[in-house]
T-cell receptor, first 112, second 115 residues
């Protein structure tokens, strides 16, 4: 079992709709959770982080965390073509404060 | 701030040659990370440094890979000898602390092709 699992996609969503990206992790002691966006040929950039159960909103982005289910998700409202990218879920375990484990990413395509 | 700087941006070499990748972290950042990204394996942490000292190199694939950080503003990742399976994008990232919440800032990456 991979430590961080994501559906590779591609996930195709019409412009203006809500895109929902999901991620599960295997280590129950994980403390911090991140969503990175990576455009084709570019480097990953952090867009959201979440540390406690529940929802965290930032503009059109909402991260959701459920530690009991070991599940984290990212919702993108009012999807725009510029949101088309690969979204990487990443998890940081408390036993190694600086070590982030990345999922393989979900490719998101917003169709006009 | 210039961000994390990596060089070269592209490298094409032949199997058996030595390859050296370079990274300059963001000024003031105490942590530096080297990652490798491939289609098959995704983004993998190879090694990271704190205050120029290697902390965790468990991701380094084998003895052909080595990394150094001689000072706070420079790090190298060396592959000797290189093999076709080393072809990947190598990213360097830095952060200002080791706290779990700390953002890692990635450089533009070095695309390595070993023929």
């Amino acid at each position: 079992q991979k430590e961080v699992e994501q559906n590779s996609g591609p996930l195709s969503v019409p412009e203006g709709a809500i895109a929902s990206l999901n991620c599960t992790y295997s280590d129950r002691v994980s403390q911090s959770f991140f969503w990175y966006r990576q455009y084709s040929g570019k480097s990953p950039e952090l867009i959201m982080s979440i540390y406690s159960n529940g929802d965290k909103e930032d503009g059109r982005f909402t991260a959701q965390l459920n530690k009991a289910s070991q599940y984290v998700s990212l919702l993108i409202r009012d999807s725009q073509p510029s949101d088309s990218a690969t979204y990487l879920c990443a998890v940081n375990r408390d036993s190694s404060a600086s070590k982030i484990i990345f999922g393989s990413g979900t490719r998101l395509s917003i169709r006009p | 701030d210039a961000g994390v700087i990596q060089s070269p941006r592209h490298e094409v070499t032949e199997m058996g040659q030595e390859v050296t990748l370079r990274c300059k972290p963001i000024s003031g950042h105490d942590y530096l990370f080297w990652y490798r990204q491939t289609m098959m394996r995704g983004l993998e942490l190879l090694i990271y440094f704190n205050n120029n000292v290697p902390i965790d190199d468990s991701g380094m694939p084998e003895d052909r890979f080595s990394a150094k950080m001689p000072n706070a503003s420079f790090s190298t990742l060396k592959i000797q000898p290189s093999e076709p399976r080393d072809s990947a994008v190598y990213f360097c990232a830095s952060s200002s602390s080791g706290r779990p919440q700390e953002t890692q800032y990635f450089g533009p990456g070095t695309r390595l092709l070993v023929l």
